[in-house]
């Protein structure tokens, strides 16, 4: 019944940030959890079909392919995007650092195909998914379909960026720099200071 599973779902989903909170876990991951299985919830009752409940979550798959192809495309790759203030370079791989961002770009193209090719697999089978068991079948392909196509997209970025050049660290070059214009500043009082500057007539 579509019923009694969309209240199921959402009490698995509440009951799991109940735990979080118990347990005085990050809940950031759970209260997105339960936001997409109430899309899909809500997605689900409104068409009335019990497989619309994962299609919002295969719509963003494919738009997040996308993201990952266009934007490698445009010369800016999603994942250096991602990654790049993780590692304390933000955009200086996209012009000082042509090595990295040929990773990023080989790594961006390895996760839009990933997803692509994940995308080709379950939009058919949702599709042709017509009675209620073809929907619990379909569901458990996609359960299975998440973690191994995630898990080879995270290494295979491991093993682009790992042959990469190390990332530009520029927030160490501003404080480089900031350092140095302290120490300008206080070289220069200090030549005011003990007289050593230009002398007036009397």
């Known amino acids: 019944d579509l019923h009694s599973s969309a209240i ?7 009951l799991l940030v109940m735990v979080r909170l118990i ?26 079909d019990a497989k619309d409940f994962y ?28 990654l790049g203030p993780i590692f304390k370079e933000n955009l200086s791989w ?8 040929k990773a990023y770009a080989k790594a961006s193209w390895a996760w839009g195909l990933i997803l692509l090719a994940k995308c080709a697999i379950l939009f058919p089978l949702y599709w042709w998914a017509d009675t209620s068991q073809d929907t619990t079948q379909f569901g458990w392909v996609l359960i299975a379909l998440k973690i191994p196509p995630f898990l080879l997209a995270v290494y295979l970025t491991w093993v682009f960026l790992a042959k990469a050049p190390p990332p530009i660290d520029v927030f160490a070059e501003m404080e480089a720099e900031e350092r140095a214009e302290k120490e300008r500043a206080a070289a220069v009082a200090a030549t005011t200071t003990d007289g050593s500057g230009p002398r007036h007539r009397r």
């Not at 899309?39 to 689900?44: D, E, P, R």
């Not at 798959?61 to 995007?81: F, K, Q, R």
């Not at 996209?94 to 961002?101: A, E, H, L, V």
Request: no cysteine.
């Open 8 to 14: 199921a779902a959402l009490a698995v989903s509440l």
């Open 23 to 48: 347990r005085r876990d990050t809940v950031k991951h759970a209260f997105s959890g339960v936001f997409g299985v109430a899309f899909g919830v809500v997605f689900a009752m409104m068409t009335g």
């Open 55 to 82: 299609l919002p979550g295969m719509i963003y798959t494919l738009g997040l392919a996308l993201a990952y192809i266009i934007t490698t495309l445009a010369g800016v790759p999603l994942i250096g995007l991602i």
């Open 94 to 101: 996209r012009t000082r650092n042509p090595g990295r961002k």
